[in-house]
Structure formats: structure tokens, C-alpha cells
């Protein structure tokens, strides 16, 4: 059943404000907004157009993690879909283990990913399992414990992982089982393990 422009209009407006303001081509057609209705209002200035397939209601401010809503929506494959979930350093800093703020943005995506880098981005590829994927409004970050192990697998300074570790376990967001769990099916965890080596009983 075709939607009116006032029931378009409104479909657009609640999916965009879930992702910060930003939608693609093939969401707006969805609502029922061809390619043609698509320039018109950019050209009207009702919609900012981002890059190839991305547009943003300007009407929208950009809020605290509007880059990484950018980076989600643009990693999207052929379905539409976006695949980079923020990790790495950048997860550290979502998850308030890290008192550095990283001057990069560290995604991971899926091995077969073949999109370039954007420039201040670095990609790890690596398959994520759903259970080490949060969902945050707009994009998707590595639960505390795959964070961990990608971290101390990097080259983020020992101190560093250390004090993440003792934070993460302090507030709550890991426990000392499931982290020595999952160092079992994760390769590089020496790091963890000598960090929990030297954490006080």
C-alpha cells in the first residue's frame, strides 16, 4: 500500500533520528522516496547529502558519536547492511575503560570487506560472534571482553591493558571466570594473562 507524503515524511523522520540524523538511499525508498524525490529535496535543502547513497536531516544536530554513525552507515555491503562495529581503542573509550582518547577510529569488519579505509580510520578484519556485538543508537561496539582481548593483542601499552582489565573488572562489565573463559579459545591473551598475574588477590 502506498504511503502518503506526510506518512513518508514521518517514516523517514523516525528512522533517521534513530541513526543521529542519517538514512541511505535504499531506506528512504522503502518509505517511499524515489531517486527523483531524493534530489528534489536536496536541492530544496531538506537533505544533506553525505556521500554516494548517505543523506542526513539537517534539522537533526549532530550528537556525541555522529562519526561512528557515519562509519556504521557507511560500511554497509550490497543488503544495505552495515558491517563495522567500533572496537579496538575506540571500544575501550564506548566502554569508559580508557583515559586516551585514540586520534583514530578502530573498526572491525567482516575478513571479506573490500572498502578502503576513510581517512583517521583503521580496519581490523575478524568474524565477530553476536554475543561479543553490543548495539548502541546508530552503531554497533565489541562487548568489554572481545574488546579486552583485541586490545591486549594490539599494540596498546601493557599499562594500558592492565588498567582496563582492573576497571572493567572493578565496575562490573567482566567477570574473572568469563574473561579466563574466553583466554582459552583466543590466541595473544598473553598480556591478560600476565595482567591477571599481577592484580592483588
Known amino acids: 500500500m502506498a504511503r502518503s507524503a506526510r506518512e513518508s515524511a514521518q517514516a523517514l523522520a523516525t528512522l ?9 538511499a535504499k531506506q528512504a525508498k522503502v518509505v517511499g522516496y524515489g531517486y527523483r524525490h ?5 536541492t530544496a535543502g531538506n537533505f544533506e547529502r553525505v556521500e554516494h547513497g548517505l543523506y542526513r ?22 543488503k544495505d547492511e552495515p558491517q563495522a562495529v567500533a572496537s579496538h581503542q575506540t571500544a575501550l573509550v564506548l566502554h569508559d575503560l580508557s583515559e586516551i582518547i585514540p586520534r ?7 575478513p571479506k ?12 578484519k ?9 548495539e548502541r543508537a546508530g552503531y554497533r561496539v ?5 574488546t579486552l582481548l583485541d586490545v591486549a593483542a594490539s599494540g596498546v601499552s601493557s599499562e594500558q591493558v592492565a ?22 579459545t583466543f590466541p595473544h591473551g598473553e598480556r591478560i594473562e600476565a595482567a591477571l598475574r599481577r592484580k592483588k588477590p
Open 16 to 24: 533517521a533520528h534513530e541513526q543521529g540524523g542519517y538514512f541511505t
Open 113 to 124: 570487506f573490500r572498502k578502503p579505509a576513510p581517512r583517521g580510520v583503521v580496519l581490523h
Open 57 to 78: 536531516l539537517p534539522a537533526v544536530p549532530p550528537g556525541e558519536h555522529d562519526d561512528l554513525i557515519r562509519l556504521s552507515l557507511w560500511s554497509r555491503n550490497q
Open 104 to 110: 583514530e577510529f578502530h573498526l572491525t569488519v567482516p
Open 163 to 184: 588498567k582496563a582489565i582492573n576497571d572493567a573488572l572493578a565496575s562490573g562489565l567482566v567477570t574473572l571466570r568469563s574473561l579466563k573463559a574466553a583466554l582459552k
Open 126 to 134: 575478524a568474524t565477530l560472534d553476536d554475543e561479543e556485538i553490543e
Open 142 to 146: 565489541t562487548s568489554p571482553i572481545r
Open 38 to 42: 531524493l534530489d528534489y529535496h536536496e
